[in-house]
């Protein structure tokens, strides 16, 4: 199994940036398809951005596109997501995935692993 876990939130305004972190610990040998997902009061959890095992190909939902970078750094079993001019409507809690099924797609949650989570929330 792998461990994950979540840094870097925190209450920005609109318009501000954060970084936000995922440290994984554990079987970290093994080879994961990563990704960030958010779920908002009342709502459901969601995708926000993807990244293959290498690193060479990253996702993203289209209301984060061109605002949000995802990337990781395997040598350090770390993955990073920075986020650029926040909404109000980022407002919600980040998770960390790690995807062990190489070849399923990004967004499947199926039988992965899950930080605890940490808060993001955006004033206007």
């Known amino acids: 199994q792998v461990q994950l876990e979540e840094s870097g939130g925190g209450l920005v305004q609109a318009g501000g940036s954060l970084r936000l972190s995922c440290a994984a610990s554990?079987?970290?040998?093994?080879?994961?398809?990563m990704g960030w997902f958010r779920q908002a009061p009342g709502k459901e959890r969601e995708f926000v951005a993807g990244?293959?095992?290498?690193?060479?190909?990253?996702y993203y939902a289209d209301s984060v596109k061109g605002r949000f970078t995802i990337s990781r750094d395997n040598a350090k079993n770390t993955m990073y997501l920075q986020m650029n001019t926040l909404k109000p409507e980022d407002t919600a809690v980040y998770y960390c995935n790690a995807n062990p099924n190489l070849g399923t797609p990004v967004t499947s949650t199926e039988n992965t692993y899950w930080g605890q989570g940490t808060q993001v929330t955006v004033s206007s």
């Open positions: 554990g079987r970290t040998s093994s080879r994961y398809i």
């Open positions: 990244v293959s095992w290498s690193g060479a190909t990253t």
